[in-house]
Every structure is written in C-alpha cells, then in structure tokens.
Nanobody, 125 residues
Framework: QVQLVESGGGLVQAGGSLRLSCAAS????????MGWFRQAPGKEREFVAA????????YYAHSVEGQFTVSRDNAKNTMYLQMNNLKPEDTAVYRC??????????????????WGQGTQVTVSS
C-alpha cells in the first residue's frame, strides 16, 4: 500500500513563501504522476499542480501559474510545491496525491488513487 505524508504547511504573512513536501512510502513506488490539490473551508477540492513522475512535465491551475512550482525527487520518492508570493486566498488544506493509471497527467480528483492527510496553509493579510 502507498502512503503519502505532507509536511511544510504553516502560517505565513501575505507575500511570503512556503515549501510543501510529500513523501511517499510503501510498496515499490512508481506512479504515473503526482499532484497537489487544495480545499478551503466551504469550497470544493481543487487542482493546484501536477507532475509526471517519468518526464517531470508540470501542469498548473491558472490561479497559481507563475506563483507555485512543483518538482519531484525520484530517488527520495518525494514531491515538492514551492509557493511564493502567497495570498490570503491561498489559505487551504493542501493534499498530495498519486496517480497510478497512465491516462495522462490528471487534473481531476477522481484520477488519483492515493492521498495524503493534508497540511494546513494559512496566509494572513
């Protein structure tokens, strides 16, 4: 079974930066892609960014393009999300996810089969 554990969340002032990590463990880990999603109070979970595990091609939601950067370290089975110039509207629980099926890098929740518990990011104004 694959286990995903996020870290790096916290409280930051607007304009600040945070770097989230997602460490994977369990059976031989070879996902097709990994992604970051977030969910703010009262809102649906939304796609943030994703990365192809083999090619490192990246995909972003329009709302974070140019502001967030997703990367991965295959040797460490870890994915990262560098978040710069954070805004209060970025406040949410951020969860990482792993996609096993090779159907193209997913931007939908239902394309991911494994999920972490999430890490809280709070941006104060």
């Amino acid at each position: 079974q694959v286990q995903l554990v996020e870290s790096g969340g916290g409280l930051v002032q607007a304009g600040g930066s945070l770097r989230l990590s997602c460490a994977a463990s369990g059976r031989t880990f070879s996902p097709y892609a990994m992604g970051w999603f977030r969910q703010a109070p009262g809102k649906e979970r939304e796609f943030v960014a994703a990365i192809s595990w083999s090619t490192a091609s990246t995909y972003y939601a329009h709302s974070v393009e140019g502001q967030f950067t997703v990367s991965r370290d295959n040797a460490k089975n870890t994915m990262y999300l560098q978040m710069n110039n954070l805004k209060p509207e970025d406040t949410a629980v951020y969860r990482c996810a792993a996609q096993i099926s090779p159907l193209g890098v997913g931007v939908r929740v239902d394309m991911y089969g494994y999920w972490g518990q999430g890490t809280q990011v709070t941006v104060s104004s």
